[in-house]
Every structure is written in C-alpha cells, then in structure tokens.
C-alpha cells in the first residue's frame, strides 16, 4: 500500500493588500490541512516507534492530519519553483521575521508581515505546516491530529520525568511544563505514587519534597458571583483534582529546580511528525494531484529548502539522521536544509511519552533531558564513551546540503562544539555537503527589530547583536550550491588546531577582567547517561537517567579577543565594529540560580563612554569615544565592515544601508551607551 496525502484548503486570500514582490508579483494566502494515511508495516515509516501500535482504518493505514500555511506567487510561474519551508517552533512561524525583518504573526496577511519582502522578492513558495504532535490549539498555532498508541486495545502506561524552573513564585503547571502543549495524564493522582524533587543546581542531590505537600489539581479562577456590591468583579478561585496539573499550596519557589517523575499513559505517535513534514514536502515538489485528485497548489517545484531555529533546527537533525530525507519512493526531498542553532542536538520526537516542546539540554535548565546524544556531527566519528561510529549524514543518495549555523550561545549552552569535533573535542573535517557557521559574539535569540536591551532575572544586559542580515546571504548561497554547484562561503568555526576553541579555562585567562562582572560557571557540560536498555526502541524506561560518565563528553567554547568578543566566525557589523562585549552567556541574578547560565539567553557589557570613565573604573576595554571619536565615525565603522562581509558572500549589498540606518546616534535603541 502507498502513502497517501489529501490537500483541504480551508481559507484562500490575498497576501499583503496584494503587493507586488519584483518579478514574483503579488502573493496569495492558502491555509488548511493535509491529511496523511500511511502504512505501518511499510520499511519507509518503520522506524517511528510505537506505529504498530496506533488503530489503523478499514485498509490497514493509521491516519493522522496537520495544519499548514501557504504564501505562494498568485501566478506560480513567475516564482522561481523552490520551496521554502520553515518548521516553524513550537507551532510558531518564524522565517518571516529572521528572513523578511518582520513583524511576528502566525496569521500573516499584511503588508507589515511581509517585512522587507526578502523571501517573496527571491520568488519563493512559502510553506509553514504542524509536525509537533502535542500541541494544543490556541495563539494561532499549527496543530496536529495524531493518534494513542495502545496494547491490545489497552492504555499504554510508563514513566514521564518533567522539570519546573520558575523565574517568580508559581502554584500550579501544567504536567508538560507549558500551557499550551498536551500533557501525558497521570495514571494515578496518589502524589505517594509519584516523586517531586527539588535542588538549587543540576548536579545536586535531590530533595524529595512530601507526598502531602503536593497534589495533581489545577487552580482555576473567574469572576465571583455573589450580588453583593462590595464584591462585585471580585475573582474567586477553587483547586480542582486533575490528571494533567501539579499544584502546590506554598508555591514554586525560583532558584530551584522542581523535578516530577510520574507514571503517565496514552502516548501519541510522536514520530508521524516526521512522516507528516516528508510526505508534505515531497508531494508539493514531487506531485501533480492528490488522493482526491485536488491539484497541486504551487504548480511545479525543482528544489525545496528546509529552515529551522532552535527546536526545529534539531527536529531538521533528528529527520535527516533517521533517513527521512528519502520519500516512500526513495526520492530526495529537501535539496538543502538550514538548521540554526540546534547545537550539537536532536529532537527528542520519536520516542515514547516524547515532550517535544521541551527545552534541549543547558547548562541549569533541562540539564538531563535526551535530545543531546550521539552522533552529534555531520561526519562520522566515534564515540569513545561506547566504542559507537555514527554520524548525522550517512545516505549520500539522499542526504541533503547543509549549512549549520550557531550562535556563540550554543557554545556555551547547547553542546554546540559537538557539531564539529569528535567525542573528545577533536576537529573534525566537515563532509563536502556541509558548511558550519559561527555567528560570532551573538546569542540565540537575536530579535531583527530593534529594541531597546533588558535584563530580566539576569545581572547583564541581554545580548543585542543584529544578525539578520547573514540569513539572507546564506539561503542565496545555498540556492546557488544546490542549483548550479556554486560552492558557499567556507565554514566559520572555532577551531583546536588555531587556538580558536578552547577549554573553559582557557576561555577564562584570556576573557578581559571587567569591573563587577561575574562571569558564568564552565559551559553545559554533557554526561554519558544511561536512559534505560529499551532505548533503540524509543523507550526510556529509566528516569531520571543514571549518569554512568559525569565527564562525558568534551565540550569547547570560542575563544575571544582582548573585548571579550569571540574570534572566529562570522562577526556581523556589530562585533567587527563594537560597542561592548556580547558574549554566549548571561549570568542567573542572586535568588534565581545565581552564576549560572539563563536559558538561551547572552550578555550586552557596554565600553566605558570615554577615557576618563575607563581609567576611572580601571576597565581594560577601550572606551567608545577612543574608538570611534563621534556618531558618524561609529557609523562609518560598520559600514566598512558591512562592505567587508558583501566581498565574502556573507552579508547583501541590499543590506548595507540598513546597517548604516541602524548605526545612527550610536546604534539606539540596541545599545545603551550613555551619550
């Protein structure tokens, strides 16, 4: 039996007031559904654990749909018959807003979330589709249907670990940690059948907190009823049992981190996340009709591109290593993927009573979770821990070109050397098909909007360096190796062999001592840990994991500059021209895990103003004014250094003004200088 996908366009419309985009024209709006059905017993989805485990139809095929976006040419013969598809995260669009510089909207119709119209200038099919099966619908969110897995008609039952780490004081969560993600139902509400735990730091000893201090209830809250004047508009609230909520009367506490481990049942077939993505993609670049025999919405495709930041820059990982590049017909897929700051990891999808909406390992956060796992790079390596050979790519008859760009953030927080270098922290050479990238002195999250910088639960400034700019560069880049073999900039690495990647403590002794700062404990370290013996089949039996090695794996930072910015890689108009240190990391504020990293989150260390400040303040960095003597002399500094990135292919000549406008009056709102 084949696998087969219907198209049901349940809203077309007008993009953008009907702009016209250069030679693409105007673009049109299709947002709808595909619905899957797939054999289960077809080698093509066999590795998607538990699939002979969900009900199949009258023949033999489990079914499942997803919801999925559409911004296509209104006349398909004047785009350029290439797909783009952004995975989004967390159900979330996101390429507009990195790619176009526009404004964030899951229901994009306006000339506003065009942006710059970068994409639909370059003629490309859009396409956003759900492939994380346990969202819940809401905030305009791409879902999914998917299917229980059961035994026999049964409930499937096994163990579910979640981490909770409140920033303020918290009485309730839901039992996936996040409100709009599904939950996996306790199979009992007797709090003495489960375990909470709570430590200030990762690798303390848990502290088990008592059965009856705790309950699986929800707090919910509305209007109070009563008539009388006084308590009119008066909230009320009730706890109410539940088997998807944890709740405790005195609250969650920030700077610890709570740990639930619980026996959870009916999980879904999390793996048909994958199937749902492959058989979608290879349909609009393959197929001319669907099962119903609708046509295909964006006429004829030659190549298709995948783009995916953090979460689903690991979803692209996992997909491409579990050989899901290669359609039901064995046929290619995307011809070139783009995953941005996934480090080292995968998803953690294709497994039983999987959250995929769970953060990846840090240094704090989520410290044990399993998306980090060998392999970790593109090129084969061993694991010296196991003895294992692996690698990411490994079918080259489908295995797509990569550009796998990073952040200096995933350095420090996501493992992000094991990207490039083998178990011990040894360069590795990058396969011919793939580039790596640095995006040096930058951090996870770079907003394309200016904005002015905060702190939040931290004690630096958050990280402010505008990247943008390097996603346009390298998607032309990649069109043009994957089109006509044009090759890409060379990768941008921190390396061993040069000094460039270093030990934490060799981070340490050349990192400039800055007055008052605390810097952050070593990066993420990561542990070999032992999930239990039924993992290859996509079961973690054993929770929390055992650690068996604490050491683990070698995990390596880039090295930095007398500033403290990072050396190697691509260093956007910002760093080449600085106006402060921007690291990978930022440091917890007292009483929230002080000292160790937050999140995803680095650091903006203004210069001193002037010379006398520096002297004054005794900071070794050289003040602004030194650098740059005057507004326009900082603006004169980036342009030259826009200008240097155009020559290497890393940055646009279309992008050049825009780096000058930002620079005016010293870079505001980005930077807060003080003059």
């Given amino acids: ?107 994009p119709r306006t000339p506003a979330h065009a942006g710059n119209g970068f994409l639909f200038r370059r003629g490309y099919s859009f396409v956003w589709s759900a492939w994380q099966g346990d969202l819940l619908p809401g905030d305009g969110r791409v879902t999914m249907d998917l299917p229980i897995a059961t035994e026999n008609g049964k409930p499937i039952t096994g163990p579910v670990r979640q981490e909770f780490t409140p920033v303020a004081p918290t009485l309730c969560f839901p039992l996936s940690g996040r409100a709009g993600t599904r939950s996996h139902p306790t199979v009992s509400r007797d709090t003495a059948k489960a375990r909470l735990t709570k430590r200030r730091y990762p690798q303390n000893e ?53 740990e639930l481990v619980y026996e959870g049942r009916d999980p879904l077939v999390m793996g048909l996340g994958h199937v749902a993505v492959r058989d979608l993609v290879s349909f609009l670049k393959y197929g001319e009709t669907d099962a119903a025999g609708n046509a295909n919405p964006l006429g004829r495709i030659e190549k298709a591109y995948g783009w995916g930041r953090s979460q689903t820059g690991r979803c692209i ?32 999808l294709n497994h039983r009573f999987a959250n995929a ?19 970790f790079a593109y090129a084969e390596s061993t694991d010296h821990l196991t003895g294992k050979t692996d690698a990411i790519l490994k079918r080259p008859a ?39 990238y640095l995006w040096a002195s930058s951090q996870h999250i770079s907003n394309p909007l200016p904005t002015t910088p905060d702190k939040g639960v931290c004690q630096n400034f958050n990280n402010i360096v505008g990247t943008s700019m390097i996603f346009r560069a390298l998607l032309d880049a990649m069109d043009a190796w994957v089109t006509d073999g044009t090759p890409p900039p060379d990768s941008r690495i921190p390396l061993r062999k040069d000094g460039t990647l270093a030990t934490y403590q060799e981070w340490r002794e050349k990192f400039p001592r800055i007055p008052g700062e605390m810097l952050t404990a070593g990066p993420a370290e990561l ?14 039996s054993k929770e929390p994991p055992a650690v068996l090695n604490p050491n683990g794996y070698a995990v390596l930072i880039p090295a930095t500059d007398a500033d403290g910015n990072d050396v190697a890689g691509i260093r956007a108009p910002m760093v080449q021209a600085p106006l402060g240190t921007y690291t990978g990391w930022s440091v917890r504020a007292r009483g929230y895990g002080t000292r160790a990293g937050y999140e995803f989150n680095g650091s903006y260390i203004p210069f001193p103003d002037t010379a006398e400040e520096r002297q004054f303040t005794e900071d070794p960095r050289k003040s602004v004014l030194e650098r740059y003597g005057t507004p326009e002399g900082y603006v004169a500094a980036i342009v030259a250094a826009a200008k240097r990135l155009v020559a290497e292919r890393l940055m646009l000549e279309e992008d050049v003004p825009r780096a000058a406008k930002e620079a005016q009056n010293w870079g505001r709102p980005r930077h807060v200088v003080g003059l």
């Fill in 527 to 540: 542990p070999l840990l032992d999930h239990g013996p039924d993992l290859e089949r996509g079961i973690l």
């Fill in 206 to 258: 848990r502290i088990p907190i008592p059965a009856a201090e705790w309950q699986f209830a929800q707090v919910v809250s509305g209007a109070a009823l009563s008539g009388e004047a006084h308590n009119r508009g008066a909230e009320e609230t009730a706890i109410m049992p539940s088997d998807q909520f944890i709740y405790m009367p005195a609250g969650f506490q920030p700077g610890w981190i709570y």
């Fill in 1 to 107: 039996m084949k696998n087969r996908i219907r198209i049901e366009i349940a809203d077309r419309s007008v993009f953008a007031d009907g702009q016209a985009f250069g030679g693409a024209g105007p673009y049109e709006r299709l947002r709808g559904r595909a619905f899957h059905a797939v054999d289960p017993k077809a080698a093509a989805q066999a590795v998607v654990t538990d699939i002979g485990k969900a009900p199949v139809d009258k023949e033999g095929l489990v079914a499942f749909s997803a919801e999925f976006l559409m911004l296509r040419p209104a006349d398909p013969q004047k785009g350029n018959k290439r797909i783009f598809y952004d995975y989004g995260n967390r159900g979330n669009l996101r390429a507009l807003q990195y790619f176009n510089d526009a404004r964030g909207s899951n229901d």
């Fill in 398 to 436: 489908t295995d797509p070109h990569v550009m796998h760009s990073q952040t200096a953030t995933e350095y420090w927080q996501r493992r992000g050397s094991l990207a490039h270098t083998d178990t011990r922290g040894n360069d590795l050479e990058q396969p011919g098909n793939v580039r790596a």
């Fill in 357 to 375: 909406v769970s953060m990846a390992g840090q240094q704090y956060e989520d410290h044990y979770i399993l998306a980090d796992r060998f392999p």
């Fill in 317 to 348: 990982r996992d997909f491409v290593y579990l050989g899901f590049n290669a359609d039901a017909e064995g046929r290619k897929v995307f011809d070139g993927v783009l995953p941005h700051v996934a480090g080292a990891g995968r998803m953690w």
